[in-house]
């Protein structure tokens, strides 16, 4: 059984970082899954974000954060991270990451994945 746990998220002020991290649990390794980051800002549907690969070679971005959003992965810890610089207030969300062993973690689709965190709540001020 796959369990993920989000962390890290709070509140920030426009143009502030934060940092995200997702630990994975589960008795295959994490290196067999693709990961990926969603989030759901208020009254709206969960949307992607960020999506890195098995090794962590390839990352793939939103539009809306491509620039200012880094995903990474360090497979040793079984855990991965979003690094969010320059926040704005539209980033403000609930973050989830996400598990994979199919290929289509790159489309960005949340039926392309298999397991979700509970979530993490980012909030930035302007």
């Known amino acids: 059984q796959v369990q993920l746990g989000e962390s890290g998220g709070g509140l920030a002020q426009a143009g502030e970082s934060l940092r995200l991290s997702c630990v994975y649990s589960?008795?295959?390794?994490?290196?067999?899954?693709?990961m990926g980051w969603f989030r759901q800002p208020p009254g709206k549907e969960r949307e992607f974000v960020a999506a890195?690969?098995?090794?962590?070679?390839?990352?793939f971005y939103a539009g809306s954060v491509e620039g200012r959003f880094t995903v990474s992965r360090d497979n040793s810890k079984n855990e991965m991270y979003l690094q969010m610089d320059n926040l704005k207030p539209e980033d403000t969300a609930l973050y989830y990451c996400?598990?994979?062993?199919?290929?289509?973690?790159?489309?960005?689709?949340?039926?392309?994945?298999?397991?979700w965190g509970q979530g993490t709540q980012v909030f930035v001020s302007s």
């Open positions: 996400a598990a994979t062993q199919r290929a289509a973690y790159k489309t960005g689709a949340v039926s392309g994945y298999d397991y």
């Open positions: 589960g008795r295959i390794s994490f290196g067999s899954y693709a």
């Open positions: 890195i690969s098995w090794s962590g070679a390839s990352q």
